[in-house]
């Protein structure tokens, strides 16, 4: 009778401990909050935009910087190019006005060869003693006439002109039967050009 007893307790205390057992089972998720799988291919696949947006972005800056350089490099080669004609300009003109002014130094010379040549008796050409020393200076004042001549230098035309203030200076007006007035009738002293610009103006007398 005890024994029965005894198992019958044991059955009691077994059905309380499923009970309790029952009541901390843990309560059911509602399903709109069931929790969300995320794949790996669904995070790669974020990281990848991610990824790609900030290499666009980078570009886009890489992008804007080359212009820029570019635009700066465009400046300074449009600035050096500048400089460069601009020295070429300055060394073009400081050559010329070296040679105009050696040139203008040499006009004397020639005058005064074309002088001894011009005066010189007619006694000295024909003695054979003299006449090497006459065609010396003719020699000279060939060679001159000819390196002028390759510097672009040539006379300026005056007797039988029309006075021409931009070429030519009157030192004074003589009457002249047969010329027409303002009409250059004598040259006094040879004036030049060095291409377009007047290196010396002649030297006239002019029919009044």
């Known amino acids: 009778m005890k024994k029965k007893a005894s198992m019958h307790k044991e059955e009691q205390q077994q059905n309380v401990e499923q009970e309790e057992l029952k009541g901390t089972k843990e309560p059911a998720i509602p399903s709109d909050e069931q929790p969300i799988e995320v794949t790996a291919e669904e995070v790669h696949r974020e990281e990848s935009g991610s990824r790609i947006a900030e290499l666009e972005k980078e ?3 890489a992008r804007q910087d080359a212009e820029k350089y570019r635009g700066e ?15 070429e300009r300055e060394a073009s003109a400081t050559a010329e006005r070296v040679l105009e002014n050696t040139i203008r130094e040499l006009l004397p010379l020639v005058d005064d060869v074309h002088r001894i040549l011009e005066h010189a008796p007619e006694v000295l050409e024909k003695s054979e003693e003299a006449r090497p020393y006459v065609e010396g200076v003719q020699l000279l004042q060939k060679n001159l006439m000819k390196w002028l001549e390759n510097k672009g230098v040539k006379k300026i035309e005056a007797k039988g002109k029309k006075m021409d203030v931009n070429y030519h200076e009157a030192i004074t007006q003589m009457e002249h039967p047969e010329a027409e007035s303002e009409t250059v009738i004598e040259e006094y002293q040879t004036g030049y050009l060095l291409g377009d610009r007047v290196l010396r103006h002649a030297k006239v007398v002019v029919a009044r």
Do not use: D, P, V
């Open 59 to 61: 570009l886009e800056a």
């Open 73 to 87: 490099a465009l400046r300074y080669a449009a600035e050096f190019e500048n400089f460069r004609k601009r020295k």
